[in-house]
Nanobody, 126 residues
Framework: QVQLAESGGGSVQTGVSLRLSCTVSGVTFRRYYMGWVRQPPGREREGVASISPAGGRTTYAASMKGRFTISRDNAKNTLYLQMNSLEQDDTATYYC???????????????????WGQGTQVTVSS
């Protein structure tokens, strides 16, 4: 059974940092490209960052580039999202998502992902 379990969310003030983690079980983690997707209150899900199966390629949504860093540890079956300089607009539920890949793929498209975690809430206030 495939399971993605996010952790690390919380309520913080603007300007601080948080690191989200996603532990993956039930699949061969290194065969999947991974992404972080978020859903702000009252809005649709949007891609935040993505990383290739081996970790050599990454991509970010424009508003997160330079502030967020996605990484993975294939030995620990874990995905990370380091979020720095948090802003109120970063308030959202953050989801970990996975998609099987035969190639060195990455994607910010929400519909490309077939496996999802339950999400972790990040609330940023002034």
């Amino acid at each position: 059974q495939v399971q993605l379990a996010e952790s690390g969310g919380g309520s913080v003030q603007t300007g601080v940092s948080l690191r989200l983690s996603c532990t993956v079980s039930g699949v061969t983690f290194r065969r999947y490209y991974m992404g972080w997707v978020r859903q702000p209150p009252g809005r649709e899900r949007e891609g935040v960052a993505s990383i290739s199966p081996a970790g050599g390629r990454t991509t970010y949504a424009a508003s997160m580039k330079g502030r967020f860093t996605i990484s993975r540890d294939n030995a620990k079956n874990t995905l990370y999202l380091q979020m720095n300089s948090l802003e109120q607009d970063d308030t959202a539920t953050y989801y970990c998502a996975a998609a099987y890949s035969y190639t060195d793929a990455i994607s910010l498209r929400v519909n490309d992902y077939s496996v999802w975690g339950q999400g972790t809430q990040v609330t940023v206030s002034s």
